[in-house]
């Protein structure tokens, strides 16, 4: 079995497929011609393919990844990288992802940001993600969605999520509560009691809402606006 690789010598190379092996160092080099890599099941714990500018199709599931970074593969169509255990950040804001057809990220229970161009577009189109992911256009972003859910969050129910123009909230203790909107830069949006909210004026993408108890207890959710459900 391969337990490395080094490509860059074969600059008129177009395809490569090297999955079941046992690859921990891989050398992409300035291969021009390269579109096609299936690298799956192997040891990887890194990879540079910003070399690769012609790169369309990137499958790389049950590796050692901590991150992937797919920004500078403006042609890239497909991606495949489930089943990576470490994996927690992938980056492909590349300004052309509407041109990606295919993005699969499932069974990767630390991957928490998965940064896009657009969070909404992303959100609505590429299905196959996990929900512990968020699709995130910034740093700031993925920094604010990192809230700590306790014991009490199970107890609170907000419905549709997803929503477009309403929110329901219920929180089965029955108790008064206050409620708190943030944008997911932190700013607050909107304060209130009612536990029905109208939330035509609010523009598409994530926002927290926050529950505070009559214990001072906090409650946190991530809730999305879409544009279409």
């Not at 040891?43 to 910003?50: A, G, K, R, W, Y």
């Not at 927690?88 to 990767?108: A, C």
């Not at 199970?154 to 419905?159: D, F, G, Q």
């Not at 123009?165 to 509560?177: A, C, Q």
């Amino acid at each position: 079995m391969l337990e490395s690789l080094d490509i860059s010598n074969n600059l008129s190379l177009n395809h490569l497929s090297c999955p079941i092996n046992e690859i921990d160092t891989f050398i992409s080099g300035d291969n021009t011609m390269l579109d096609f890599i299936q690298i799956g099941n192997n040891n990887l714990t890194s990879i540079d393919v910003s070399n690769l500018v012609n790169l369309n199709t990137f499958y790389c599931i049950m590796n050692q990844f901590n991150t992937i970074d797919l920004s500078q593969n403006t042609n890239i169509e497909k991606i495949g990288c489930s089943m990576n255990s470490q994996l927690e950040t992938i980056d492909v804001r590349n300004g052309n992802n509407i041109n990606i057809t295919e993005f699969i990220s499932t069974d990767t229970p630390n991957l928490t940001c998965i940064f896009v161009n657009d969070a909404v577009f992303s959100t609505e189109n590429w299905l196959n993600v996990d929900d512990n992911s968020t699709f995130v256009e910034t740093v700031t972003e993925c920094e604010a969605l990192n809230i700590n859910e306790n014991s009490y969050t199970n107890k609170l129910s907000v419905y549709p999520n997803p929503f477009i123009n309403s929110l329901s909230i219920d929180y089965s203790n029955d108790e008064e509560f206050d409620i708190s909107v943030f944008d997911i830069l932190g700013k607050e949006i909107l304060k209130t009691r009612d536990s029905f909210i109208d939330t035509s004026s609010f523009k598409n993408g994530f926002y927290i809402l926050k529950i505070k108890l009559k214990n001072n207890k906090v409650l946190s959710k991530k809730i999305f606006k879409a544009g279409k459900l």
